[in-house]
T-cell receptor
Framework: DTEVTQTPKHLVMGMTNKKSLKCEQH?????MYWYKQKAKKPPELMFV???????INESVPSRFSPECPNSSLLNLHLHALQPEDSALYLC?????????????FGPGTRLTVT | GDSVTQMEGPVTLSEEAFLTINCTYT??????LFWYVQYPGEGLQLLLK?????DKGSNKGFEATYRKETTSFHLEKGSVQVSDSAVYFC???????????FGKGNQVVVIP
């Protein structure tokens, strides 16, 4: 099973709201990722967790706050977002860090900020 | 830095035609190479991969060969179907980490 699940599928939020995106995998993978994808563009890396610790933060604004409660779960907490943050947010996981470990992506959460 | 270049523009072709999408890369050392596919409204799916020179990745009728001498990883399929309509991304992970570097992607439209 190579499934990564994400909830919710769609999210509409105002600029003053607080919401969270959730990602789950049961493949025993020890690395998990958040990406942002704008229309007709490739995904852009936001955060990487390795063994439940934040490994990479690609200079993402603090209105995005990641959390890894355990090895299967990854959350992205959203607060005071801007309309330009509207995008598809993708979660991915891989067995470990290292060039040979392919990343498996979830279906994404389509976020609209009004 | 490490980068991937895909041919410009969408690709439109008829059902049962031969598909080629060009991908070249720039990287230090020996990257791993991937093709991902994104169907409308969905996330990315790993299509195939190759981790060393002359490796051929294959899946669902798609193939790509890791060519170190030409730094290329072109995607091919002998006979496309309407269901192959999607965006295809070439990507690499450089030696030493698995930070994916994506190409810009190619929209493929297959007409019945």
């Amino acid at each position: 099973d190579t499934e990564v699940t994400q909830t919710p599928k769609h999210l509409v939020m105002g600029m003053t709201n607080k919401k969270s995106l959730k990602c789950e995998q049961h493949m025993g993978h020890r690395a998990m990722y958040w990406y942002k994808q704008k229309a007709k563009k490739p995904p852009e890396l936001m955060f990487v967790y390795s063994y439940e610790k934040l490994s990479i933060n690609e200079s993402v604004p603090s209105r995005f706050s990641p959390e890894c409660p355990n090895s299967s779960l990854l959350n992205l907490h959203l607060h005071a977002l801007q309309p330009e943050d509207s995008a598809l947010y993708l979660c991915a996981s891989s067995q470990d860090l290292g060039r040979d470990y392919e990343q498996y992506f979830g279906p994404g959460t389509r976020l609209t900020v009004t | 830095g490490d980068s991937v270049t895909q041919m410009e523009g969408p690709v439109t072709l008829s059902e049962e035609a031969f598909l080629t999408i060009n991908c070249t890369y720039t990287a230090t050392g020996y990257p791993s190479l991937f093709w991902y596919v994104q169907y409308p409204g969905e996330g990315l799916q790993l299509l195939l991969k190759a981790t060393k020179a002359d490796d051929k990745g294959s899946n669902k009728g798609f193939e790509a060969t890791y060519r170190k001498e030409t730094t290329s990883f072109h995607l091919e399929k002998g006979s496309v179907q309407v269901s192959d309509s999607a965006v295809y991304f070439c990507a690499l992970t450089p030696y030493g980490n698995n930070r994916l570097a994506f190409g810009k992607g190619n929209q493929v439209v297959v007409i019945p």
